[in-house]
Every structure is written in C-alpha cells, then in structure tokens.
C-alpha cells in the first residue's frame, strides 16, 4: 500500500506545539506558585496543580476532539485553518479567562477589572463566586450537549449503529419532527421539579437559553449552506462550523472550568492548567483529521457521541450533587476506550485494513 506524507507523519509529530505549550505553562505555574508563597512548597503545589488540571482538561474533552474532528473534515481548507489557530486562542484566553471573569462580574454586579483585581488579590472569595453561578452553567451547558448527543443518533440517515438496539430504534424515530427536542424539555422539566424554588427558576430559565443556543447555530449553519452557491470561497461551508464548533468547545469547557475551582481558586493556574490540556485537544483534533482515524474506527465516533450525553446528563445531576471530577473524565474515557476496541474487533472480523475501511466509509456517504 503506498503511504502518503500525511499517513506516514509520525504521532508524536503531531504534539510539538502542545510538548512546548507544556514546559512553558508548568515553569510559568511554577513561577506563580513562587511568587504567591515565596517557598518551595508552594511552587510545587502550583507545578502539581497545572499538572493535575491539563489532565483533567484532556480527560474531560477528548471527544470534543472527535466531534471536532468530525466536523472539521466538512469544512474548507481556510476555516478548517481558522478553527485551529483563532479557534484555539478563543479556547485558551476566551474559555479559559475571559469566561469566568464574565460570570463573576455578572454575578457580583462589578466591571471585568474589578473581577480580574479580585482573582489576583481575593482568590477565596472569586472562587465562592464561581460556584454559586455552577447551577445554571451545568443547566446551559448541559442542555446544549444533550442536544448535540441526541441530534447525532436522532438521525433517520444514519445507518452505522454500534448499540444497535438504541440507535436502530432512535433512527427510526427521527422521522418525528422535533423528537430530540421533546426529549430535553422532558428532561429539563423533571429536573425543575426536582429542584426547589428559585434554583428551579434558573435551571428552567438557563436550560431554555441553552436550547435556544444550540437551535440558533444549527438555523444559521442550515442558512450557510443553503446560501453557498452565493458566498465566497472563503466563507462557504465554514463560518456556521466555525460558529457551532466554538459553542460546543464552550460547553465542553463548563465542566472543566467550574471543576478546576475544586483544586485551587487561582484564576491563572486555572487557566494555565487548562490552556495546556486544551493544546492537546487541538493535536489531537489535527490527528484525527490528518490520519483519518475516524475512517478506520467506525466506532469511535458513536463511543464520542455518548460520551457527551453522559456528560450532559452529569452536568444536570451536578445541580443535585457534587459529582467528582475524576468520574466525568473516566466516564467519558471509557466510552471511547470501548468503542475503539469494538471498531478493532469489527476490522479484524472484516479483514479490513486502514484503506479499507477508509474506502467503506466513502462508499457509504456516496450511497
């Protein structure tokens, strides 16, 4: 078989950015931890921490990284560029920063450098911010992966099917117009009852702005493509992607962010931690397009797609109860961990190999 220079591009090539990413975020959280306790316990307390929080990051969204990956091989060579260079910086600075400083300025009624001043000098108190403000981000967040989750298997075209049982039955139903949707207000209304008094108010209130969200993005991507005729070269089949994978890599991040407050509410280990674990994201997004991992692992995608149901469903039990960290991330792992050896096992049983299965697929989307 010959082997392409993209095929033959070692894994490891793959995550230059994010080894350097790395070094220099844990030497920089190191430094921080330094100059906040000038002792050497604290700069390894803030070494560990970073640590902890890029693997915790990574754990939580490697499949973000393959609906990514999904999504990007539809784009334009140009937006598919864009995503993977703007997209990171508004991961990194925009998720990572910029969004906690926004909810702690909109709950404590102050300007984003009054929010900024309180991180650096009243971290304790930022922190308590932030997780007063955990329920109607969970219900937000939440509400919007369910409907990403469910859209991919409420699919009346789609005719891979891992669970069979599930999926056959799901795709079936599809033809019900709106059915996913009738799913999460089910969903959302027995939470508000569960709830009581004004937490069920905001959970209410922010599951519908969730929805309304994940409706507008998908209304505006419909609108793109029906318009490509019309737009540039640039632009066609790419902003509304672009648009959809920023939101959904926002409600990924949620979790990370309100969880990272467990370990340390210093808003820049916080976001040197995850900016590190979201540089992997990125290379792992590169590889899975590069090598057409996707092709080969008919699975994955589908151990992917219930990773993020589970995680919706964890981010509505959360305004319940505190649920650990570590067991939305192993969770999630396990799913895809399961769907990888089932796709092996359907490659072995086949006798298919790499091209193979690369060729299958296009059979099937031609089809």
Same mark, same amino acid.
């Given at each position: 078989m010959t082997t392409t220079p993209t095929a033959s591009k070692s894994m490891l090539s793959y995550f230059g950015w994010?080894?350097?990413?790395t070094i220099?975020?844990?030497?920089? /959280?190191?430094?921080l931890g330094w100059n906040t306790t000038g002792t050497f316990g604290g700069l390894a307390t803030a070494f560990f921490i970073c640590s902890?929080?890029?693997v915790l990051e990574i754990s939580l969204s490697f499949d973000n990284a393959i609906v990514n990956a999904n999504k990007l091989k539809e784009m334009t060579p140009v937006w598919q560029h864009r995503f993977?260079?703007?997209g990171?910086?508004?991961a990194v600075f925009g998720m990572r920063i910029v969004f906690p400083l926004a909810i702690v300025a909109i709950a404590a009624w102050i300007d984003p450098w009054e929010a900024l001043k309180l991180a650096a000098t009243k971290p304790e108190q930022y922190g308590e911010i932030m997780r007063a403000a955990h329920l109607p981000i969970a219900a937000f967040g939440g509400?919007?992966?369910?409907?990403? /989750?469910l859209t991919y298997f409420f699919n009346h075209e789609k005719d891979v099917h891992w669970i069979s049982f599930i999926e056959k039955r799901m795709a079936h139903y599809a033809t019900v117009k709106g059915v996913e949707i009738a799913f999460v207000l089910v969903i959302v209304l027995a939470f508000t009852y569960i709830l009581d008094g004004d937490d069920a108010t905001t959970f209410l209130h922010a599951s519908i702005y969730g929805l309304l969200t994940f409706l507008l993005v998908e209304v505006l991507a419909g609108f793109l493509d029906a318009s490509q005729k019309t737009m540039s070269a640039a632009a066609k089949g790419g902003f509304g992607a672009f648009l959809y994978l920023e939101v959904l890599d926002a409600s990924f991040s949620f979790d990370g962010v309100i969880g990272a407050f467990a370990l340390t509410q210093n808003l820049f280990i916080i976001a040197i931690g995850l900016g590190i674990g979201a540089m992997y994201v990125r290379s792992m997004t590169i590889m899975l397009v590069e090598k057409g991992t996707l092709a080969h692992y008919r699975y994955l995608e589908h151990g992917a797609f219930y990773a993020i149901l589970?995680?919706?469903v964890i981010m509505y039990v959360q305004t319940l109860t505190h649920i650990p960290e570590v067991i939305t991330g192993l969770g999630g792992a396990t799913l895809i961990g399961i769907s990888l050896w089932s796709s092996i096992r359907?490659?072995?049983r086949n006798g298919l190999t790499h091209a193979a299965a690369h060729d299958e697929q296009r059979d099937r989307a031609e089809a």
């Open positions: 994010a080894f350097a990413v220099g975020g844990l030497a920089l /959280g190191a430094f902890v929080l890029a993977l260079t703007w990171i910086i508004i509400t919007f992966l369910m409907m990403v /989750g589970i995680l919706s359907y490659n072995k």
